[in-house]
């Protein structure tokens, strides 16, 4: 809804409020509801450990929908490279036109400029920098990679 109306710069950042504001109202509303059955003969949680239960369940499905949205947010390198073979028509795309057309300004530019508002990366005088978030980022990817004992590098 609130896309409709204005598109936020900072699309995830704005996803994750809503997402933790509704699951803060849906703890309160829970926590005020009556002992009695309330929901199709359920009643609200009793113990702090089933609103913990309650809420990293929903947390699990905010973090697992950020990244289904992230993938379908951006177009990845692979979907412009399919889709533009793909509009070729049967035929196919002569690998000139491809180079012509699979540039920076398509492939990496668009990348750069997402990690600049999202704060991961920033300008200083002609170099792009890390930020503390975006080091964390990258950092929690090499670790992942090292657990699952990735050595390729590529994507």
């Known amino acids: 809804m609130i896309w409709k109306i204005k598109l936020p710069k900072r699309q995830t950042k704005t996803i994750l409020q809503i997402f933790f504001a509704v ?6 509303v829970l926590w005020n509801l009556p ?8 009643s609200p ?5 089933e609103y913990i239960h309650i809420s990293l369940f929903f947390i699990s499905l905010t973090l697992a ?11 990845s390198p ?9 509009n070729a028509g049967q035929n196919g795309l002569g690998k000139k036109k491809f180079d012509e ?3 920076d300004n398509i492939l990496v530019k668009p990348r750069i ?3 600049l508002l999202n704060k991961m990366v920033v300008m200083d005088e002609d170099r792009y920098v890390l ?11 090499i670790i992942y990679r090292k657990i699952m004992n990735v050595s390729r590098k590529g994507g």
């Open 45 to 49: 949680p009793v113990s702090i450990a």
């Open 78 to 86: 692979s979907l412009v490279i399919v889709t533009t073979i793909a």
């Open 23 to 28: 699951l803060f109202v849906g703890i309160l």
């Open 113 to 115: 400029r997402d990690l």
């Open 35 to 42: 002992d009695n059955p309330v929901f199709w003969g359920m």
């Open 131 to 141: 930020t503390p978030k975006g080091a964390l980022f990258a950092r929690i990817f």
């Open 65 to 75: 929908y950020m990244i289904t949205y992230s993938a379908v947010e951006a177009d």
């Open 101 to 103: 057309y699979m540039n």
